[in-house]
């Protein structure tokens, strides 16, 4: 499910719209890295002060499982699966016209701009995983530049089946983010590097992006 985005019907394929389609959640995702890998914290300030480092801005990218977590590796893997999927499909000429742009395969906003939706979608987490990149500046993490951080997510576990654009004040969450790990780094080196090859023929600047960071 994609975050900081506002789930419309018309973008929905299955079940009662009327009910499914709401607002974005996390339009803005600012989170606190952590000094450390913690998994229970005693309280939100204990979360944002005792091993909080300093914070980031990470917009989009997809929800996991059933909580508002944004994970680098588990998307990794999704990004990679449909980005070979789609790769093999084009071999053929039943592949190229089943995910061309606008095939009603997918039901995307980005349907029209000339690029295959499902290249779309997959940047969609891409985007999102670039923005988790240690910058050099970070107190605690600086040395480790150029690597990625593993996950953002709320602080505690809340219920499952709540809506991602209200919950927040209800389960008093705030959004941290996880040390840099080389699992994450690596999943995002490989999903860049495919997506690089295959963006290449639709926008050159992109699959450049993608192939330096």
Same mark, same amino acid.
């Given at each position: 499910n994609r975050s900081g985005i506002d789930i419309e019907a018309s973008y929905i394929t299955s079940g009662d719209t009327s009910t499914l389609a709401h607002k974005g959640g996390h339009k803005s995702d600012k989170a606190t890295v952590q000094k450390q890998w913690q998994n229970d914290y005693a309280s939100k300030e204990e979360a944002t002060g005792t091993y909080g480092s300093s914070t980031i801005t990470a917009n989009g990218g997809w929800y996991d499982a059933g909580d508002h977590g944004k994970y680098v590796v588990n998307g990794g893997i999704s990004v990679w699966t449909l980005q070979n999927m789609y790769e093999r499909a084009i071999q053929t000429e039943e592949g190229v016209a089943k995910f061309a742009d606008g095939a009603d395969?997918?039901?995307?906003?980005?349907?029209?701009?000339?690029?295959?939706?499902? =290249? #779309?979608? @997959? %940047?969609?987490?891409?985007?999102?995983?670039?923005?988790?990149?240690?910058?050099?500046?970070?107190?605690?993490?600086?040395?480790?530049?150029?690597?990625?951080?593993?996950?953002?997510?709320?602080?505690?576990?809340?219920?499952?089946?709540?809506?991602?654009?209200?919950?927040?004040?209800?389960?008093?969450?705030?959004?941290?983010?996880?040390?840099?790990?080389?699992?994450?780094? =690596? #999943?995002? @080196? %490989?999903?860049?590097?495919?997506?690089?090859?295959?963006?290449?023929?639709?926008?050159?600047?992109?699959?450049?992006?993608?192939?330096?960071?």
């Open positions: 395969t997918m039901k995307i906003p980005e349907a029209g701009d000339d690029v295959p939706d499902i =290249l #779309n979608e @997959a %940047a969609y987490e891409l985007d999102f995983i670039k923005e988790m990149k240690v910058d050099s500046s970070e107190p605690t993490w600086g040395k480790y530049a150029g690597l990625y951080y593993h996950k953002l997510h709320d602080h505690k576990w809340t219920g499952l089946a709540t809506r991602p654009d209200n919950y927040e004040e209800e389960w008093g969450t705030t959004r941290i983010v996880k040390p840099p790990t080389f699992a994450a780094t =690596l #999943n995002y @080196a %490989a999903c860049a590097a495919q997506a690089a090859r295959l963006w290449a023929p639709y926008d050159k600047t992109k699959a450049e992006e993608y192939l330096k960071t």
